[in-house]
């Protein structure tokens, strides 16, 4: 198959926008569709100071490399979580995210999680009553919490990160499911921050399907690691990619149209009750208040889930 634009080769065929492209045409239009989205869902501005969550992933890289050939004033955040399953997870990402900003001439800010709270993740899981078998929520928790505070220490005036379509479409699913009407209002390409402990959070990739950035990455050689995190294994996320997956594989474009569809819907106000345009209000319409120990926001009066967290940590330090 031969790419639109040239007589070259195309190395990839998008069904959905029925456009096959070469190695030099396809990664021009995934950055010109990228600063379209950035722009159609305003998100950030060339005058603004933008913060990359890396992962050490294809998609949080290429945002990366994406926001940097824009132009735009961008630096690179990643939280070493301390998890190595076999195989030196938290490790390899750094090392890679180290390697892309190197070769760049990029800012990379590395905060460790132990640092933070005393405990690796898998550690800090195994404490705590939340992690259970799985340190998936104490680990969300936390890495929420330090992008936040390091994005408003450093003054940046919003934080990116990598999600892309199939992210995204498979949290609109699960959402949907479940009717979980506070997520589904709060889903968007851009969250404005709606307290003072929080930044704009924006999603620059959520319109390209996962294998758009995986040929990204591919035809700008970009380093990443290939492996997902080891406790992601058997994620209901997981399982719903696996079924969305069959869905567009019969119907090319289905979840692309579910999720513009949704973005339609909200447009016209559909979860707008559930979530008033108002600062200082949460999904749902609660007010947030504020953590005394953190500044962060918290939908209950007192320390917020994360200060919680790290107390609870540090009681059971003083028990044993
Ligand atoms: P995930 O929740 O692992 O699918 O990651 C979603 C996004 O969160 C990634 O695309 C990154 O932007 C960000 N992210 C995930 N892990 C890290 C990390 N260890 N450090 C910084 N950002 C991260
Ligand atoms: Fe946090 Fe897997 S990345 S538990
Ligand atoms: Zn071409
Ligand atoms: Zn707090």
Known sequence: MKCRKCPQKAVINMRQHKLALCAVHFPQWMVEQTQRFIQKYRMFTPEERVLVAVSGGKDSLSLWDILWQLGYQVDGVYISLGIDGGFGYSQKSQALCEKFAAQRGLKLIVVSASDQVGLTIPELAA????????????????????????????????LATGHNLDDEVAVLFGNTLNWNVGYLSRQSPVLPARHPGLVRKVKPLCRFYEREMAAYALVRGIEYIYEECPHAEGSTTIYYKTLLNQLEADRPGAKLSFYLAFLRAKEKGLFAQFFPEEEGLGAGGEVLHTCPNCGGPTTLEGLCAFCRMVDKVHEMGKQT
């Open 127 to 158: 404490v705590t009553q939340r992690g259970k078998d799985k340190p998936c929520s104490v680990c969300g928790l936390t890495k929420r919490h330090i992008l936040d505070r390091v994005a408003l220490e450093g003054k940046y005036d919003a």
